[in-house]
């Protein structure tokens, strides 16, 4: 397990995405894709995420603060923490919807 900065655990990968190794070293991947929602926003899928702290979740708050009205960031399979922090924290952002599918 290899922690990243902002309060976010996510394993190490044994191969890239795209079948070839990774360099010793690399860190671990995170996919955000907007071709789900185009022009409304970001689709960001956590389901290798096994820790999120405050911190974390305030990087994510933040980005979705800049988003503008009408887009969102969509949090797919999160780890439990997330809903509960982003509950706390910042209730009723609209630009981050939660998605445990």
Avoid: K
């Avoid at 956590?46 to 969509?74: E, H, W, Y």
């Avoid at 809903?83 to 599918?101: D, M, Y």
């Amino acid at each position: 397990m290899e922690q990243q900065g902002g309060g976010v655990d996510v394993p190490e990968r044994e191969q890239a995405a795209e079948g070839g190794s990774v360099p010793p070293g690399a860190g671990p991947g995170l996919r955000v894709s907007p071709p789900a929602l185009g022009d409304e926003g970001y689709d960001l899928e956590l389901s290798a995420v096994t820790f999120v702290d405050v911190a974390g979740v305030g990087v994510l708050a933040r980005a979705a603060d800049r988003l503008g009205p009408g887009r969102r960031i969509v949090v797919r399979r999160p780890p439990a923490a997330l809903p509960r922090i982003l509950a706390t924290f910042w209730a009723g952002l609209p630009g981050i919807e939660v998605s445990t599918s």
